[in-house]
Structures are given as structure tokens and as C-alpha cells.
């Protein structure tokens, strides 16, 4: 039985803590390392277990999402620009307690029950907005691969066309080599060949997560 158990674990747990790493990587860049990975991970662990224990929701997903960074960004460089940056944590801090307040405010008066006036549209292209980030920031990244930093020496030896160009094919390789991966991975238990166990326990547990592990080991060989 824990075997059955063991792949959605495993999915929750990855499907929890990638974004949250990545998005925590975002949001160091946007805040200048005022916020950061180590933030994002400690945030979703800790609301992850308050939510389960007493929101009756363990299997729920908290984490960060593409929104979110824009509204600390947004929020840090109002600050920036305002009370100055070193404000901008306690700034920050306040805003969530008075957003706690409001939803608190809001749950009293059983506010939910206004979902019912949302048709499906409204949760899909919610949804696809998310995606549509999420897409756009794994293309940012690409191209951030094949072009020169700013401030940074264009004639150095690591900027030149011939290695921004192999960085950049690697990037594309990596980035579709993992999606098609975990894609077709997916479908092992309907594969034609192998023993019904195999394919049942290669479609559990062998899709994204080994993924990751594969073409990150392959990045980190090649240094890119």
C-alpha cells in the first residue's frame, strides 16, 4: 500500500518545491536579494503545515506563484523609490498582516460562497494566466543565456558569438529535452512493451521528478 502512496508524495512534494525554488530565484533578482529562496521555501513549509492542521487540507498546494512576485517587485520598488529599500521587508511584513486581516474578515462572513456567481471560465483563464507566466519567465531564462549582462565586458572570451551561440543551443536542447521527457514518461503504463509492473511502476514514479535529475546532472556536466 505505501508504494501507492508513494508517487502522489512524491508529486505533491516536487510539484510544491520547484516552484517555489524558481520563483524564488525570480524574486531575488527582482528584490535585489531582499527576498529570496530561503524565504519562499521557509513561507511555503510553514503555511503548508499550519493549512493542513487546522484548514482540513494536507494534500492542498501552497506555494508562490508568478502573481505574487509581482506584487513583491511592484511592492519593492515602490519602497525603493519611497521609504528607501531598507524599509521595504517591514513595508512588506505590514501589508501581509492587513491582506491576513481582510481575509480573515472575509472568511467570518462566509464570503466564498460568491464563487458560485464564476462560471469555470473565470478558474480557467486564471489558470491560463499562470501558465502563460510560467512560459514567459522559461523564455526569459533562455534568452537570458545568450546575451551579455549588463555592465559586463563584451570582449571577454565567455561573451563571444561562437559561445553565447553553443550556451544557447544547449539551453533549447535542455529546455525541450526535459519537457518531452516527462511527457512521455507519463504514458509509460500504456507502452506496449515491458511487464504490466514495470510499466506501472515507471509511469508512478519515473516521470518528472527522475526527469530533473537527468537533464540537471546533463547541465551540470556540460557547465552551461
Known sequence: MW?????????VFFASALPVIAFGEQLSRETDGSLS?????ASTAICGVIHSIFGGQPLLILGVAEPTIIMY???YNFAKHSVGKELYLAWAGWVCVWTALMLFILAIFNACTIITRFTR???????????????QEAIKDV???ISIPTGENASDEKYQFHWLYTNGLLAVIFSFGLLITALKSRKARSWRYGSDCSRQ????????????HIWFAAIMTVDI
Open 3 to 11: 508504494l501507492g502512496i508513494l508517487a502522489p508524495t512524491a508529486y
Open 73 to 75: 517587485t511592484y511592492l
Open 143 to 145: 534568452v537570458s543565456v
Open 121 to 135: 471560465v473565470a478558474g480557467e483563464l486564471f489558470g491560463m494566466l499562470i501558465t502563460v507566466l510560467f512560459i
Open 201 to 212: 511502476s515507471f509511469g508512478g514514479y519515473c516521470d518528472t521528478p527522475p526527469s530533473l
Open 37 to 41: 529562496t530561503s524565504e519562499t521555501l
